[in-house]
Nanobody, 125 residues
Framework: QVQLVESGGGLVQPGGSLRLSCVAS????????MGWFRQAPGKEREFVAV????????YYTDSVKGRFTISRDAARNTVYLQMNSLKPEDTAVYFC??????????????????WGQGTQVTVSS
């Protein structure tokens, strides 16, 4: 069993930066993929980024490429999402999630077995 706890959300002006953290309790095996998703009001949950635990290979949705960076600290069982050049359209609740199998369809929320409670990110002047 894996439990995920996100932190680091908040209110930031357009163009600003935030770093989200996701601490995992329990064993994160090398087969895991750790992802970030987000959900804006009235919209479906969407994939943001994923990192494969063993290789540290990363994938991003197009709208955040070049602005967001996902990383992991294996010693701390922690995944980060560094968000730069934030835009109002990045406003959402951000969720951390764990996929025990590092699925090839990493962009599908149903591939993830474990989810955090979410952290609110609001980009507004």
């Amino acid at each position: 069993q894996v439990q995920l706890v996100e932190s680091g959300g908040g209110l930031v002006q357009p163009g600003g930066s935030l770093r989200l953290s996701c601490v995992a309790s329990g064993v994160i095996y090398s087969s895991y993929g750790m992802g970030w998703f987000r959900q804006a009001p009235g919209k479906e949950r969407e994939f943001v980024a994923v990192i494969r635990w063993r290789s540290a290979k990363t994938y991003y949705t197009d709208s955040v490429k070049g602005r967001f960076t996902i990383s992991r600290d294996a010693a701390r069982n922690t995944v980060y999402l560094q968000m730069n050049s934030l835009k109002p359209e990045d406003t959402a609740v951000y969720f951390c999630a764990a996929d025990p199998n590092s699925s090839g369809t990493y962009y599908l929320s149903q591939e993830y077995d474990y989810w955090g409670q979410g952290t609110q990110v609001t980009v507004s002047s």
